[in-house]
């Protein structure tokens, strides 16, 4: 029987194990979105991890939504995250970084030259985000006009080529949330007429295009994508077919040969199967679309994430924010020993308190 803790190949990559860093906002970049040399020490701190997915980061200067995020599109910040990756190798872990652009889920204080955020639409999302001025309404949106997109895909194949040179072992594509991605995705957000809009196979064209361009760039042995079929985060309304839109995704991404995806299931950070989504969405008819790695997310503790992997429902598991307060959590989850209590205040922003001071347990001495 496959356990959590057996190792695994995705792709090209090697993991010595089953359980997943998964992405998480830190809001701690320094100056020109740099990732810190802090940064640095908390991933290596987390090294254990089969698997390392870094928080969200934008793919160019118009991609940021939030305040102190990374990004990978500058040389600073590639050598901010050599530090990085250097530091998880040395450590004997894996590492791959999300590439991020938000679409409307932006403000037009973090935007070049005070720029409108864009997405499939003009309408403005019903959210938050995070400034120098602390929490605001995100900004009225442009939509992208069709034109534009050549130059979008050629962002993420240009952070793809970006991140292996900055030694990260791969890439995963933030497909999820309700930014940019999603934003063409579902009907609900999408109000487009013309080949990005309308039809599901329109509506997941340039979701499919940057999965291409990145693939051809780095390889699909290399390239993961982030999916959440029923989450509402961000205004994304969940779209009115999402069973016939994320099948027809997953079958089209099939053969691309990527490493892995990984499903939110659910709601993200809420129930991992929502009582209003009737009927009851089939993660089990995606994963069999899927030849590659399957990774779940969503508030999985120790028991649900061995039998995932026991009874074949998942190939890897993504824990969240216990790998903020454990950075030990593959030895914890191992021995099932306790876990340290997450200090919420200290999660955005900030310095070494909350980030890297959690405790480790204590060494075992061989009798």
């Known amino acids: 029987m496959t356990s959590l803790f057996d190792p695994i190949q995705i792709g090209d990559i090697q993991l010595a194990n089953r359980i997943v860093m998964a992405p998480l906002t830190r809001n701690r970049a320094s100056a020109g979105q740099v990732a810190a040399p802090l940064t640095a020490e908390y991933y290596r701190q987390r090294a254990t991890a089969g698997l390392i997915v870094t928080e969200a980061s934008q793919i160019s200067p118009l991609a940021q939504g939030y305040l102190d995020t990374p990004g ?43 720029a409108a955020p864009v997405s ?23 939509a992208l006009r069709d034109d534009e997109l050549p130059g979008l895909i050629a962002d993420y194949r240009q952070a793809a080529r970006n991140a292996i040179d900055a030694g990260f072992d791969g890439v995963e594509v933030h497909a999820a949330n309700g930014y940019l991605l999603e934003q063409f995705l579902r009907d609900s957000i999408n109000d487009r007429s013309g080949p990005y809009g309308g ?19 780095i390889g699909g042995g290399r390239t993961g994508i982030r999916l959440s079929p029923l989450t509402t985060v961000n205004d994304a309304a969940r779209d009115s077919d999402p069973q016939a839109l994320f099948n027809h995704v997953v079958e089209q991404l099939a053969p691309l040969g990527l490493a892995f995806i990984h499903v939110i299931e659910g709601e993200t950070g809420g129930a991992r199967f929502p009582a209003d989504a009737q009927p009851a ?5 995606l994963q069999r679309r899927f030849p590659g790695a399957w990774m779940i997310n969503n508030g999985i503790d120790r028991s649900a994430g061995l039998a995932a992997v026991a009874n074949g429902e998942a190939d890897l598991v993504a824990f969240g924010r216990p790998f903020i307060s454990n950075p030990d959590l593959v030895r914890r989850l191992r021995d099932d020993a306790p876990l340290n209590e997450l200090r919420a205040d200290k999660l955005y922003g900030g310095g070494a308190e909350g980030y890297t001071d959690y405790p480790v347990l204590a060494d075992v001495v061989a009798a």
């Open 72 to 114: 990978i599109h500058t040389p600073a910040q590639l050598a901010g995250w050599r530090q990085v990756t250097d530091a998880v190798h040395a450590a004997g872990g894996k590492i791959v970084i999300q590439l991020w652009h938000v679409g409307r889920i932006s403000h037009v204080s973090l935007l070049p030259g005070g």
């Open 120 to 142: 499939s639409t003009n309408r403005q999302a019903k959210a938050k985000t995070f400034t120098a001025n602390g929490f605001v309404d995100v900004s009225p949106p442009r």
């Open 199 to 217: 039809s599901i196979a329109n509506r997941s064209r340039l979701l499919l295009e940057v999965m291409q361009a990145v693939t051809a760039e």
């Open 281 to 285: 969405f089939d993660y089990a008819a």
